[in-house]
């Protein structure tokens, strides 16, 4: 019993899970839905609470965000496209969470002795939302592994939820919008979408570029003179003769 408890087993069997989830993706093709669409006849309520939950499931085994964002908007409109999208990203958000969580922290914190690794954990650890939250906004670090990574840090349940709940909304909204207005690309609603996702992956490489150095720890010749003693002046006086 205490071999199936051990952290390096939980972590082989999330490997096996997130291998298993990605050769799934790869035979069964999720995303069709693109192309497809949604069964007539059900309810938009539970379309979309449907939507939301194989949404999140699909994100957790590694399809691209940005496929599903587009189909919500195709399948469902703007608006319960956004409330779809939204949805299953918090979802996604919290079944790798919890699987990383489980399973991968307490075997991979000791692998945590990097500069930049220590760096990251740091500030996820100590500044949870607030990182999430400028990961969410500025796209560049892929999905899964943002989540992955706030769960072998000590950042809290809470404030990952809530700032993926809050950080997401902008950029989804503008994929949601493209795939609303996708049969039209020459529309005002299309091309406004498609120049802010680009000005938020340029954004958000910029604000990555110019932020580097706050991951990075003081350098070691930096603290060498906070970390030296400062001892007093030596005076000493001259020897008088009789």
Known sequence: MSLLLAPWTRL???????????VCVL???????????WPPGLPVGTAVLLFAAAYGVCTAAFVPRPLLN???????????????????????GAISFGLGRIMGQEALRPFLRGRWLQAADGQLSRHGFRS??????????????ANY???????????FLLATAI???PNTAAYVIAGDSASSPGSPAFLVSFGFIVV???????????????????RTEDRVPELMPQHPPVVSAASHGP
Do not use: D
């Open 27 to 37: 035979l069964y093709e999720p995303q069709r839905i693109l192309s497809e669409g």
């Open 167 to 169: 950080g997401v909304v």
């Open 132 to 145: 999430m939250l400028a990961v969410r906004l500025f796209p560049g670090l892929p999905f899964v592994v």
């Open 12 to 22: 082989s069997v999330l490997v096996v899970l997130l291998v298993a989830a990605g």
């Open 200 to 218: 938020s992956v340029v954004g958000g490489a910029v604000v990555a570029w110019r932020k580097r150095h706050r991951l990075a720890p003081p």
């Open 149 to 159: 990574c706030a769960a072998v840090s000590r950042c809290g349940w809470g404030p």
């Open 70 to 92: 587009l189909a919500a908007g195709a399948v469902f409109g703007t608006q319960f496209g956004l409330v779809a999208a939204v949805g299953g990203t918090v979802l996604g």
